[in-house]
C-alpha cells in the first residue's frame, strides 16, 4: 500500500478543517488531549477505513504516518499515540486552541 501525498496548497488557499469534510473525524490524542486530524489526513484515513484496511498510510510535512485500525494508534513520529474516530453529528473532543493534526 503506497502513502498518500498531498499536494501543496494554491498560494493563499487554505486547508479545510477536518469538520468541514463529510462523515467522521479522526482525532490524535496529546499530551494535552485529543486533537483534529489535518483535513487531507482525515480523508485519506477514513478512506481507508471505509475500504475494510487494516492500517492507513500518509505523508504529513515530510513524515510518514499509518493508523493501525485494530491497535487504534498512529505509528510514525516519535511514540505511538491512541487515535479515535468519531463519527458525523458526534461532539469533537478537542485540545486546547483546537489544533489540527
Known sequence: VGLARFPPLALGAQAPCAVDLPGAMWQIKTATGWTDFHAASNAQVERSYNAGRRIAEFELGGVEYSVDFET??????????????????????????????
Open 72 to 101: 487504534m494508534q498512529q505509528l510514525g513520529g516519535r511514540k505511538p499515540r491512541q487515535v479515535q474516530r468519531l463519527d458525523a453529528g458526534e461532539a469533537p473532543t478537542r485540545a486546547p486552541g483546537g489544533r489540527a493534526a
